[in-house]
């Protein structure tokens, strides 16, 4: 419901003391007098302001499918109250079974794939007769054996990277053996007996490439087993989600399906959540849209809705304050609203919160959410009103400030001047000018907070053409 121009009230059954206006000045029948003046005394008055306002309720859950598939059964009726945790559809999607058995395949055969593979020690070498260095057979079967473990790996990514790290370190390994081939047939005895030393240095550096070699395996096979685990684990929510269940206590309203011709994107999106909670006012009726009525057997898409259930035990008010009136409003304010579907009712509310992210208004200026609690409503006869229902527009009148003994005087008393509120006062026989400050503002009457006392005469009518001095009776 879009803004109103907010307007100040007395409420119903405030009882207001009407001051008595007296014609004090002369005039005829024909010649109405154009200033009245009235006393000054005391009276309740009371602030109220108007504003436009929506019946939220207390929860509100739309259920979705989680994926493509046909509606196998449906437990419950449009209007239906049920309770939290009951079964309300059943969903059947070969597509999401098919899903979940490919995923314990595939984490089945990362667990299979076995400890991390260990290439051995660092490689030794030893300097044969006729001076050929030749490489120790260990490293041989240890490069063979992380091959034949790197081939079991199941993701086809993981496995080419591990390969070419082998690729890579048994080309290094080689041409290490080359260029010590090569240094060891010009070394004569006296080098001989360093080549030792020599040797122990780059067995050491090709020790230590094994063992990162090895390190990023083990890496490389634990992320794998990890993301089969969580594979497996989001086809398993999803497949639980196709028995939907209420999260909570409600009616339900039946949903539209799509007729499920669109691909299904279900693989690509985590997915298992079944329905989301919403807060009041912003749930989902589950009838947008166009498409089929959800019904035994009808194809659904995953996201389509299936079921939306509304919590209606307690519900409240969602008001739009303008921002000139919203700063007056405080936290168990009372107000009363009343509804186009329930004319002649008013329901009892209270203020409960006050918010503070503005919303545009259609008039460009901002207004503030202000949420209420709803009483039970009653007509002028004293029957009860019927309950509303969530969606329903209101217009609610909160009380912003009370005074039941003010100085008051009649709002028509009250002329505006730049910043200033002013009062024409009698004093001596003379109009004078006087400058008060304003309380609680009513329809009527206006609390006067100084400037005034009670007994003192003041122009209440004509006063905007009353000048200073002027006589007055």
Same mark, same amino acid.
């Given at each position: ?19 008595? $206006? ?18 000054? =005394?005391?009276?309740?008055? !009371?602030?109220v302001v ?7 309720? =207390?929860?509100?859950? !739309?259920?979705?499918? /989680?994926?493509?598939g046909? #509606? ?10 049920v ?9 059947? &999607? ?21 400890p991390? $593979? ?14 050929e ?5 260990? +490293? ?5 054996k992380?091959?034949a473990?790197?081939r079991? +790996? ?5 496995r ?10 048994? %080309? ?8 010590l ?14 080549l ?8 050491s ?5 094994l ?5 990023s395996?083990?890496?490389?096979q ?7 685990? %969580?594979? #497996? ?6 497949v ?10 409600g ?11 669109? /691909? ?5 999106l ?6 989301? %909670?919403?807060l009041?006012?912003?749930?989902? &009726?589950?009838?947008?849209? &166009?498409?089929?009525a959800? %019904?035994v057997? #009808?194809? $659904? ?9 509304t ?14 009136? +919203? ?5 168990e304010?009372k ?7 329930v ?6 509310a ?9 919303l545009?208004?259609?008039?460009g200026?901002?207004?503030?959410? $202000? ?5 039970? *409503?009653r007509?002028?006869d ?13 217009? #609610?009148?909160?009380?912003? =400030? ?15 001047s ?6 024409w ?13 304003? *309380? ?14 009670p007994?003192? =005469? ?11 001095g002027?006589?007055? /009776?």
């Amino acid at each position: 419901m879009g803004h109103v121009t907010i307007r100040r009230g007395i409420p119903p059954l405030v009882p207001v003391l009407l001051l008595t $206006v007296l014609l004090l000045t002369s005039c005829t029948a024909d010649e109405p007098s154009p200033v009245r003046l009235d006393t000054v =005394r005391r009276a309740p008055v !009371t602030e109220v302001v108007e504003a436009p306002a929506t019946v939220a309720a =207390r929860a509100t859950a !739309t259920l979705r499918s /989680p994926a493509q598939g046909t #509606v196998r059964k449906l437990y419950v009726r449009d209007g239906q109250r049920v309770d939290k945790g009951q079964i309300l559809a059943k969903i059947s &999607s070969p597509q999401a079974e098919d899903q979940l058995r490919q995923a314990r395949e595939a984490s089945r055969t990362a667990s299979r794939s076995g400890p991390p $593979v260990r290439l051995g020690g660092a490689p030794a070498f030893r300097l044969a007769s006729g001076l050929e260095v030749r490489s120790d057979p260990r +490293v041989r079967r240890g490069f063979a054996k992380a091959r034949a473990a790197a081939r079991e +790996v199941g993701d086809p990514k993981v496995r080419k990277q591990l390969l070419a790290a082998l690729d890579a370190a048994e %080309a290094q390994h080689r041409a290490h053996q080359e260029a010590l081939a090569k240094a060891a047939r010009g070394l004569t005895d006296s080098l001989n007996r360093s080549l030792g030393q020599a040797l122990s240095q780059v067995t050491s550096q090709l020790s230590a490439g094994l063992g990162g070699l090895s390190a990023s395996m083990a890496s490389l096979q634990k992320a794998s087993r990890a993301q089969a685990k %969580a594979a #497996v684990a989001v086809a398993r929510r999803t497949v639980d989600g196709l028995t939907v269940k209420a999260p909570f206590g409600g009616i339900v309203t039946l949903g539209r399906a799509s007729g499920g011709g669109a /691909p299904d994107l279900s693989a690509l999106l985590p997915q298992g959540i079944a329905g989301a %909670a919403q807060l009041p006012g912003s749930g989902s &009726s589950g009838r947008s849209g &166009s498409g089929t009525a959800i %019904a035994v057997g #009808v194809p $659904v898409a995953a996201g389509d809705t299936v079921v939306t259930v509304t919590d209606v035990s307690e519900l409240t008010l969602s008001a739009d304050v303008d921002e000139t009136d +919203v700063l007056l409003v405080e936290r168990e304010a009372k107000a009363e609203a009343e509804f186009d579907a329930v004319p002649g009712g008013v329901y009892p509310a209270e203020v409960t919160g006050v918010g503070v992210t503005p919303l545009e208004g259609a008039t460009g200026g901002a207004s503030y959410p $202000v949420q209420l609690s709803l009483g039970a *409503g009653r007509f002028d006869d004293g029957s009860r009103a019927p309950a509303p229902k969530p969606g329903m527009s209101a217009v #609610v009148r909160l009380t912003v =400030r009370e005074s039941p003994d003010a100085v008051a005087v009649p709002s028509s008393a009250i002329v505006t001047s730049g910043r200033d509120s002013v009062v024409w006062v009698v004093r001596g026989g003379a109009a004078e000018r006087r400058v008060v400050r304003l *309380g609680a503002q009513g329809e009527s009457m206006v609390e006067i907070l100084s400037g005034l006392s009670p007994g003192e =005469r003041v122009v209440v009518r004509g006063a905007d053409t009353v000048r200073q001095g002027q006589p007055l /009776p």
